[in-house]
């Protein structure tokens, strides 16, 4: 008699990481959660992983195969047939694909019994008069196989329902960070006010993310111009590459605070950089989550964040940070002063920053929530 094939769970993700992040965090720990079920995780990178990457990912008991969409969809659906029949798959959990491409179709012709989708996609849906109607029976058309769609926000699900996603489907679940690797560590600091030569008078500002548009950094610099009109001792450590680098050292030129800045570029490992801030900035509109937030929070540092998209959700008012008026430098600059000027305010947000995100933003909580997804929509 022949013996069954373990069931198995396909993570199709549309991405191939260069370094370690969180979101690797949390797929390590799923799979290490999975195979202690007897379920077989296989993920499925757009293109090969970084050695070390795959042995610590087999290491947990993954299976890790390519399957580049990028290459065309007849090219992905013969990978996805070959996973497919090569094991016994209970379930596709999409990730980081548009919630219009193709996946959950090839998902279902592919005989893959539960497909879950999960959208960490920013962006709001702005569109009106024909074609909003016209986007809407898009969605419901592309979004049909799916049997459960995990939101990373109240934010975004409500995106979700506006652009016509089956408001039914859909589950709230948060990110999470590693709060062993994310931790306060007061020696970090020292170490980069010696490597800018920064003095103790002055707070230490930062920003990580991929400088684009909808990141909004150019209203972060604005608001330093203002801070330091206002004789507020700070230096800003912005860490990311991207379109908008140049611009933005320009504008601290104009601004007069090109010695207050301190541009990163690419930064591989954001982990010191946010031990050693007083304050965390981020302007974005349309945030889906903004998991920097909470790797920042969990590091002991306050945030500064728009009052928009789903920074309210994960930081909130008075206690772990404050929000500022989206896309205004000046509404930004009054709370980076009232925060710069105190340190007891700082210490504070700081303290309450850690323990919000243990309480409701660790990896522990973010993978517990996936299973029970899983087990909601699979029997396993």
């Not at 090839?106 to 986007?135: C, D």
């Not at 009109?229 to 700070?234: E, G, L, S, Y």
């Not at 000046?330 to 947000?349: G, P, T, W």
Request: glycine share 6%; proline share 5%; aromatic share 8%.
């Amino acid at each position: 008699m022949a013996t069954p094939k373990k069931k198995s769970i396909a993570l199709l993700l549309d991405s191939a990481p260069g370094t370690w992040t969180s979101q690797e965090d949390r797929h390590f720990l799923l799979c290490r959660e999975l195979t202690a079920r007897g379920v077989l995780p296989i993920l499925a990178y757009a293109r090969k992983l970084r050695p070390e990457f795959e042995a610590k990912f087999r290491a947990a008991g993954a299976e890790v195969v390519e399957a580049n969409y990028g290459k065309g969809i007849l090219d992905y659906n013969r990978t996805l047939k070959t996973i497919v029949s090569d094991h016994q798959i209970s379930a596709a959990h999409i990730v980081f694909f548009d919630y219009f491409s193709a996946i959950p179709w090839l998902s279902r012709l592919n005989r893959v019994p539960h497909i879950i989708y999960e959208m960490q996609n920013s962006g709001a849906f702005t569109a009106a008069t024909w074609k909003r109607a016209a986007l809407r029976l898009r969605t419901r058309v592309m979004t049909k196989p799916m049997t459960q769609v995990i939101a990373i926000s109240q934010f975004v699900r409500q995106q979700l329902v506006e652009a016509g996603v089956d408001q039914h489907k859909i589950s709230v679940r948060y990110l999470g960070v590693d709060t062993n690797r994310f931790t306060p560590d007061p020696a970090a600091r020292q170490e980069w006010a010696v490597r800018f030569n920064i003095n103790p008078q002055e707070v230490i500002l930062s920003t990580v993310s991929y400088l684009r548009p909808f990141k909004n950094p150019h209203i972060i610099v604005e608001a330093c111009g203002i801070l330091n009109q206002r004789d507020v001792p700070f230096r800003l450590i912005v860490a990311g590459g991207g379109e908008l680098l140049t611009g933005l050292k320009e504008q601290s030129v104009s601004l007069g605070i090109s010695d207050r800045a301190h541009w990163l570029g690419d930064w591989p490992d954001p982990t010191s950089l946010l031990q050693a801030s007083d304050i965390f900035v981020l302007a974005s509109v349309g945030e889906a989550f903004g998991l920097v937030l909470a790797e920042a929070m969990a590091c002991g540092v306050p945030v500064v964040g728009s009052n928009a998209g789903s920074i309210p959700e994960v930081v909130d008012e008075g206690g772990s940070g404050m929000l500022a008026r989206p896309l205004d430098p000046v509404s930004f600059a009054d709370k980076l002063e009232q925060m710069a000027r105190d340190s007891d305010l700082r210490k504070r947000m700081g303290t309450e920053a850690v323990a919000r995100v243990r309480g409701n933003f660790s990896v522990e909580r973010a993978v517990a929530e996936t299973l029970r997804i899983y087990e909601g929509a699979i029997n396993f």
